[in-house]
């Protein structure tokens, strides 16, 4: 079946432009992750979302960053007055639902601003 | 709090040779364990995880891990490289009750020489 899908694949944006990257979970899967990939680092969670509860925040950098997810799907990651601390390949996860159940990714977007 | 480390950067191993990649964790609670693996220009792809019960656990592409509680790790295993096994390897933890993110390591780049 269908993966997880990003898009868009990749995003060049100019410093202090809004940008938002969007994300096609696996169909049925409850649970939706967004995480920062830095060069020469591992992953960074961001925020991830739990069927109807209220999504958890706490790894979101700053108040720039933002996420929601509409009707249980499609989810969107929006970066206010990008910096060039923000460039960085953002991947988004699904789970059928969270605990003992394995995330799978999508390709990611990679970001860079200039 | 829940942390991975990684204490190896990269890991180098010629072909057919059995290898390893280290792992080992932290969290107050019984955890969850995962190995993702990274291509180049791809995704994370879900490779094995520890829930309970048998400590040696068989996952994709003939990897194994072996969760020891008292050395608190999670070591990748391999018996036999193969080239095509060079990418990025990522350990991640979740604590076993309640609905905390999943922690990534840094990840280990595993080079597989022929």
Same mark, same amino acid.
Not at chain 2, 48 to 51: A, G, M, Q, S, T
């Given at each position: 079946g269908a993966g997880v899908s990003q898009s868009p694949s990749n995003k060049v944006t100019e410093k202090g432009k809004d940008v938002e990257l969007r994300c096609d979970p696996i169909s049925g899967h409850t649970a939706l992750y967004w995480y920062r990939q830095s060069l020469g680092q591992g992953l960074e969670f961001l925020i991830y979302f739990q069927g109807n509860s209220a999504p958890d925040k706490s790894g979101l950098p700053s108040d720039r960053f933002s996420a929601e997810r509409t009707g249980g799907s499609v989810s969107t990651l929006t970066i206010q007055r990008t910096q060039q601390e923000d460039s960085a390949v953002y991947l988004c996860a699904s789970s059928l639902e969270t605990g003992a159940y394995e995330q799978y990714f999508g390709p990611g977007t990679r970001l860079t601003v200039t | 709090a829940q942390s991975v480390a990684q204490p190896e950067d990269q890991v180098k191993v010629a072909e057919g040779n059995p290898l390893t990649v280290k792992c080992t964790y932290s969290v107050s609670g019984n955890p969850y364990l995962f190995w993702y693996v990274q291509y180049p220009n791809r995704g994370l792809q879900f490779l094995? *995880? #520890?829930?309970t019960g048998d400590n040696l656990v068989k996952g994709s592409y003939g990897f194994e891990a072996e969760?020891? *509680?008292?050395?608190? @790790? %999670?070591?990748? *295993? *391999?018996?036999?490289?193969?080239?095509?096994?060079?990418?990025? #390897? %990522?350990?991640?933890?979740?604590? %076993? @009750?309640?609905?905390?993110?999943l922690v990534f390591g840094k990840g280990t780049r595993l080079s597989v020489i022929a």
């Open positions: - | 094995l *995880k #520890y829930i969760f020891n *509680k008292s050395q608190t @790790s %999670f070591h990748l *295993k *391999k018996p036999s490289a193969l080239v095509s096994d060079s990418a990025l #390897y %990522f350990c991640a933890v979740r604590v %076993f @009750s309640g609905n905390t993110p």
